[in-house]
């Protein structure tokens, strides 16, 4: 395709068009945008203190059989101190306690298919390392947008651990399901 542009021209392949009700300006969304609306926009925050023995760890797991699929929007974590590591891991075992996911369209009555944990214990069993990070201090914001799915049997689990000593940290994870 040599020499082809391709902005919004109907000849060319790469030809767009907007569809929606407004005409002028167009109206660009996420999906998670149409997914609060609906009521299907879900979260799980949680902060603790994280020692050298306490980390702070938060799961999401779609349980088998759930008949929907979780797409991760967002990840956010933040510490009050520097050269903590933030681990994003696929199907981990959490113990810790079961917490209710929050539906952030405050008008619906929809509950998350999700089971959510918070822990202060090292996530075991044998789990996929997603991606690790060293934090600064203050808050990292993963936008995922959907870029990890979670089908039914599937969890993801973030952990926020220090080397030694201890600061607070918060972590939230935020989904939406169809």
Request: proline share 7%; aromatic share 6%; hydrophobic share 40%.
């Amino acid at each position: 395709m040599p020499n082809e542009t391709v902005f919004n021209q109907n000849s060319q392949p790469l030809y767009t068009e907007q569809v929606n009700t407004y005409i002028a300006p167009g109206i660009d969304t996420l999906p998670e945008a149409g997914a609060a609306m609906s009521g299907l926009l879900f979260g799980i925050p949680f902060a603790s203190t994280v020692g050298t023995s306490t980390p702070l760890v938060l799961q999401i797991a779609n349980p088998g059989g759930s008949g929907r699929t979780l797409y991760i929007s967002r990840i956010i974590a933040s510490t009050g101190t520097a050269s903590v590591t933030l681990t994003l891991l696929r199907n981990a075992t959490v113990g810790g306690m079961a917490v209710t996911p929050v539906n952030y369209n405050f008008g619906s009555s929809v509950t998350s298919v999700g089971t959510a944990r918070t822990a202060t214990a090292a996530p075991t069993g044998s789990p996929a390392t997603l991606m690790s990070m060293l934090l600064a201090i203050g808050p990292v914001i993963l936008n995922m947008d959907g870029r990890i799915i979670l089908p039914p049997g599937n969890s993801l689990t973030i952990s926020v651990t220090i080397a030694s000593g201890s600061t607070a940290a918060t972590g939230n994870i935020s989904w939406w399901e169809f």
